[in-house]
């Protein structure tokens, strides 16, 4: 049970593109959704929360406006990348948690590799 | 907010030996520890847990100790094998919304 999948699992882009970033609970209501970022050899970087219905929690230094975050669903919930430049270019992760799973425990999907060239 | 610093960011053992990785955390707050296993491009793993009302717990190989005075938690993996090098990465909750804040992680490799 609790698992989580993203798509798509890698992409490359275009400078000056956008790209979205799906996150989906298959098997339990995910309340909660983690966006993280982690570069080469480097730890996972929290990026905001989302709640279902809500609008996302931005931690300090993220900029909103260029990672969008919607959480419609209580199963799904999408990261968009706008104007994407190199430096985008990143391992995306996003976890999980639900009203009915572990209390504070995360659930990870896969992982997308962004690559904009 | 929380900070958790991880120690060391390299670690190699021969196999059969054991590996101790430490974590400090500086929320007093925190109550949730967890630890995450992470291979080359794949998901991190949840391997152990623990959490405040509790100093030890243990699965196998794998054991976890937690001392909330001194604001500390180590993971223990007793007999490593080959297959147990990967990067490992403590974290600690932070928030009414259970966010984890990430240690920098320790890359274990394990020699045959």
């Known amino acids: 049970g609790a698992v989580v999948s993203q798509h798509p699992s890698w992409v490359i882009c275009k400078s000056g593109t956008s790209v979205k970033i799906e996150c989906r609970s298959l098997d339990f209501q995910a309340t909660t959704m983690f966006w993280y970022r982690q570069f080469p050899k480097q730890s996972l970087m929290l990026m905001a929360t989302s709640n279902e219905g809500s609008k996302a929690t931005y931690e300090q230094g993220v900029e909103k406006d260029k990672f969008l975050i919607n959480h419609a669903s209580l199963t799904l919930s999408t990261l968009t990348v706008t104007s994407a430049h190199p430096e985008d270019s990143s391992f995306y992760i996003c976890s999980a948690s639900g009203a009915y799973t572990a209390l504070d425990e995360q659930y990870f999907g896969p992982g997308t590799r962004l690559t904009v060239t | 907010g929380e900070n958790v610093e991880q120690h060391p960011s390299t670690l190699s053992v021969q196999e059969g030996d054991s590996a101790v990785i430490k974590c400090t955390y500086s929320d007093s707050a925190s109550n949730y520890f967890p630890w995450y296993k992470q291979e080359l491009g794949k998901r991190p793993q949840l391997i152990i847990d623990?959490?405040?009302?509790?100093g030890e717990k243990k699965d196998q190989r794998i054991a976890v100790t937690l001392n909330k005075t001194a604001k500390h938690f180590s993971l223990h993996i007793t007999e490593t094998q080959p297959e147990d090098s990967a990067v490992y990465f403590c974290a600690a909750n932070e928030g009414s919304q259970g966010n984890l804040i990430f240690g920098k992680g320790t890359k274990l490799s394990v020699k045959p």
């Open positions: 623990i959490r405040s009302n509790v």
